[in-house]
C-alpha cells in the first residue's frame, strides 16, 4: 500500500526547490532516455533483420566456399559448377541455384559506373521471386534463351549514371559489349538495406560463364523440401560435397543459423552501447545524491521539528527516500518519453533512406526502465536519508539558531 502523506510531502519538498530538482532530474533523464532508445532501436533492427530472412523462408539453406571465418565468397572460388546439379540429386533438395558474381564497368553515353555482375539460371527465377530478390516492375524477366540481356534494380536505373535515367530497350556497354536492358526489378536495397546494393546488373548464367569467364557459383542457394528437414539435409550435402571436393573447404548456413547470428551480434553491440549510456545513469545518481545531501544540511532544523512531534527515524528515513524515489520515477518516466521519441525518429529516417526500420513500444521495457530509474534515486538518496534520520532533535532544533 502507497502512503499517499508521504508521497505528498516528498512531492512538497521537491517542489520547494523547482530549479535544483530540475537540474537533478537531466542526468536521469538522459541515462534512461539512452537506454530507452538503445533498447527500442536494437529491437526494431532485430525485427527488421527477422523479417528479412523470413522472407527467404526457413527452408533455404546457403552452401559458401571458405572456412566460415569472414567473407570467404568475396575471395574464395571452392564451389564448383557441378556442385548445383549433386546438391539437387539429394533427398530432401527441392532446388538449389547458383549466384555467378563478378565486378565490371558498365558505360552508357560516354559515362562510366562500377557494376557488381549477377549471373543466375532464368528457369529457376521462381526462387529469387519467392525470396525477394527479384521482384519485375517493369519490362519482362530474363529467359533461358537469352545472351546478352540483363535486368538491373530501379535505383540503378535512376542513379546508376549520373544525369542519365536508364530505360527498358536501352543498352549499356560491358566490357566492350552490348547488352540490352529487358527488365527493371524493385531495388534489392529493401532487401539488403539502402542504395549500397543498387548497382547491381542481372543476367543470365551462361553469359556470366562464357562471357566474363567465371564458371563457378559463388554461393549456392538450396531450398528444401519442408523446413523439418533442413539440419538432416545440410549434414547429407556436407557428407557429399566434402567427399566429391576431398576436403571440407565449404560451409553450410540456414536462414535460422544467419537470423540467430545476427542477433547475437546486435544484443553484444546494444549491452556495451547500453552500458556507456549507464554512465549517464550514474551521474544522476550522483547528482540525487548531492542534492540529498543539500537538502539535509538546509532542513536540519525542520527535521529537528519533525522528530520533536514524534516522527520516528524510520518516518524521517522514509520522506527522504520517497524524494530521491520520486525524482529517480519522475526522471525515468520523462526520459523514456525521450527515448521512445527518438527511437521514432531514427525509424522514420531508416525507412525513408530505404531501410525499413519498424517502431514498436515495448511496455516491459518502458516499466522496467521506470522502476530502475526510481531504484538509482532511492540507492542514491539512502546515505543522505539515513543521516536526516540519525539527527538527534536537540541538536538539530539547535542548528541555524
Given at each position: ?59 533455404t539453406l546457403f552452401v559458401e566456399p ?263 520515477a519522475i526522471g525515468g518516466v520523462i ?38 530509474a526510481m531504484l538509482v534515486g532511492m ?23
Open positions: 500500500m502507497i502512503d499517499e502523506e508521504l508521497v505528498s510531502v516528498a512531492y512538497r519538498n521537491l517542489k520547494m526547490h523547482k530549479m535544483r530538482s530540475l537540474l537533478t532530474l537531466l542526468g536521469i533523464v538522459i541515462g534512461i532516455g539512452a537506454i530507452v532508445a538503445l533498447v527500442s532501436i536494437g529491437e526494431g533492427l532485430n525485427q527488421a533483420i527477422t523479417e528479412q530472412f523470413e522472407m527467404l523462408g526457413l527452408d571458405g572456412s566460415g571465418a569472414g567473407f570467404s565468397t568475396a575471395v574464395s572460388r571452392t564451389l564448383k559448377d557441378s556442385d548445383i546439379r549433386l546438391i539437387e540429386g539429394i533427398p530432401g533438395v527441392e532446388a538449389a541455384m547458383g549466384f555467378y558474381e563478378t565486378a565490371a564497368i558498365a558505360e552508357f553515353r560516354d559515362k562510366k559506373a562500377s557494376v557488381l555482375i549477377l549471373g543466375f539460371d532464368p528457369n529457376k527465377r521462381e526462387y529469387l521471386e519467392k525470396a525477394g530478390y527479384l521482384i519485375l516492375s517493369k519490362g519482362r524477366n530474363l529467359e533461358s534463351t537469352d545472351k546478352y540481356s540483363i535486368l538491373i534494380p530501379e535505383g540503378f536505373s535512376e542513379d546508376g549514371f549520373i544525369e542519365e535515367t536508364l530505360k527498358i530497350k536501352d543498352s549499356l556497354a560491358i566490357n566492350e559489349q552490348k547488352f540490352q536492358i529487358v527488365g527493371i526489378t524493385e531495388d534489392l536495397s529493401s532487401l539488403m538495406g539502402g542504395g549500397l546494393v543498387s548497382n547491381f546488373i542481372f543476367m543470365p548464367k551462361e553469359t556470366v560463364q562464357d562471357f566474363f569467364g567465371e564458371e563457378d557459383p559463388v554461393e549456392i542457394a538450396v531450398q528444401v523440401t519442408d523446413r523439418t528437414l533442413v539440419d538432416e539435409v545440410s549434414e547429407k550435402i556436407e557428407r557429399r560435397l566434402k567427399q566429391a571436393h576431398g576436403e571440407e573447404d565449404f560451409y553450410i548456413m540456414t536462414t535460422e543459423n544467419i537470423m540467430e547470428a545476427a542477433g547475437v551480434v546486435i544484443g553484444l553491440v546494444q549491452v556495451v552501447l547500453v552500458g556507456l549510456a549507464a554512465i549517464s545513469l550514474l551521474v544522476g545518481g550522483i547528482g540525487i545524491m548531492n542534492t540529498m545531501l543539500m537538502s539535509v544540511l538546509e532542513r536540519t532544523r525542520e527535521i529537528g521539528v519533525m522528530k520533536a512531534v514524534g516522527a520516528t527515524n524510520s518516518r524521517v528515513l522514509s520522506i527522504f527516500l520517497m524524494e530521491a524515489g520520486l525524482i529517480g526520459g523514456s518519453a525521450f527515448g521512445l521519441l527518438i527511437a521514432a525518429g531514427v525509424s522514420v529516417v531508416a525507412t525513408a533512406v530505404g531501410f525499413p526500420l519498424p517502431f514498436g513500444i515495448n511496455p516491459i521495457v518502458l516499466a522496467g526502465a521506470t522502476a530502475f540507492v542514491a538518496g539512502y546515505v543522505p536519508a539515513r543521516r536526516a534520520a540519525m539527527l538527534e532533535p536537540v541538536e538539530a532544533l539547535r542548528h541555524g539558531s
